[in-house]
DNA sequence: CCAAAACCCTATAAAAATTATAGGGTAATT
DNA sequence: AATTACCCTATAATTTTTATAGGGTTTTGG
């Protein structure tokens, strides 16, 4: 399951997006536009402004905006910052990879090989754009 | 993430039909072949019972088999008792639909669009059966 | 200058889900 | 009749998720 905090994630970057004419966006004005709970967002943002997904102005007309380009920014690349691997299974992430500890031969272990297929699946859907999901 | 449950299942039935020869086979077999906690299995393989994926013999010599032909024993059906839905947001799952609550409408939810897309691309994978599993 | 707006940061609480165990009951075989 | 093993409900322990508390700092605009 997509976390809330993910999905949050997504809504905002796409809420950026989509008002980036009146940039910079308090977190306010996204909280309450994106039903998001105030303090939460906060933390999401923070998050994402460490990854350098969004970038920050402080003061009274401060708030925030896409700190690159769109066309450049995934929602792979939002899950992997906010929820971790998008793998079902740690042993087939690429970036997050972590041995399950349970099976004698990763090599040969068929729930591994069927999992890596699948996040192959996965891969190519995640990684549209932000620009690309605005479309849809 | 698929759940620890859910990959004691799928290993749970790969074992089973991998000994099907010396049926029944008992929890305790399998708790020890698997590394699975004892209490935990026995009650995931009720779930499976109650699903009509294995049967049980009491007694004695007593134990679990496959209730049905492995060929018709998918992944996805296994993840499905288990777990739950395959779709990472309820909104876009068939069998264990429910509103995510949030967007105003449903239809044009983007999200939910590319959430949608990522389901359909996982089911071809997950719907692998235990067969099909086992030669990879 | 100063008050208001808004970002910044750490800690912690509340809730939910996951993982696992306890403790006994019932059926069947040897 | 003793042993083996399935059957069932409840609950405990752990982890993750979700959210809140409570304050601090920066900047703008009157």
Not at 23 to 29: H, L, R, Y
Not at 31 to 45: C, G, M
Not at 55 to 68: D, E, F, I, Q, W
Not at 94 to 112: K, L
């Given at each position: 399951m997509l976390s809330k905090r993910a999905k949050y994630a997504i809504k905002t970057i796409l809420y950026l997006y989509e008002n980036k004419e009146q940039t910079p966006v308090s977190a306010k004005t996204i909280s309450e536009n994106e039903r998001i709970p105030y303090k939460f967002l906060e933390n999401i943002l923070r998050e994402l402004k460490t990854h350098q997904v969004v970038k920050s102005l402080r003061g009274a007309v401060g708030g925030y905006s896409l700190a690159k380009d769109p066309n450049e920014i995934t929602v792979s690349h939002l899950m992997r910052i906010i929820d971790g691997p998008i793998a079902l299974i740690p042993c087939v992430s690429e970036r997050f990879y972590e041995s399950?500890?349970?099976?004698?031969?990763e090599e040969t272990c068929r729930i591994r090989k069927l999992f890596g297929e699948l996040r192959t699946e996965m891969l190519p859907v995640l990684d549209k754009t932000i620009v690309e999901l605005a479309r849809l």
């Amino acid at each position: 399951m997509l976390s809330k905090r993910a999905k949050y994630a997504i809504k905002t970057i796409l809420y950026l997006y989509e008002n980036k004419e009146q940039t910079p966006v308090s977190a306010k004005t996204i909280s309450e536009n994106e039903r998001i709970p105030y303090k939460f967002l906060e933390n999401i943002l923070r998050e994402l402004k460490t990854h350098q997904v969004v970038k920050s102005l402080r003061g009274a007309v401060g708030g925030y905006s896409l700190a690159k380009d769109p066309n450049e920014i995934t929602v792979s690349h939002l899950m992997r910052i906010i929820d971790g691997p998008i793998a079902l299974i740690p042993c087939v992430s690429e970036r997050f990879y972590e041995s399950c500890g349970e099976c004698t031969d990763e090599e040969t272990c068929r729930i591994r090989k069927l999992f890596g297929e699948l996040r192959t699946e996965m891969l190519p859907v995640l990684d549209k754009t932000i620009v690309e999901l605005a479309r849809l």
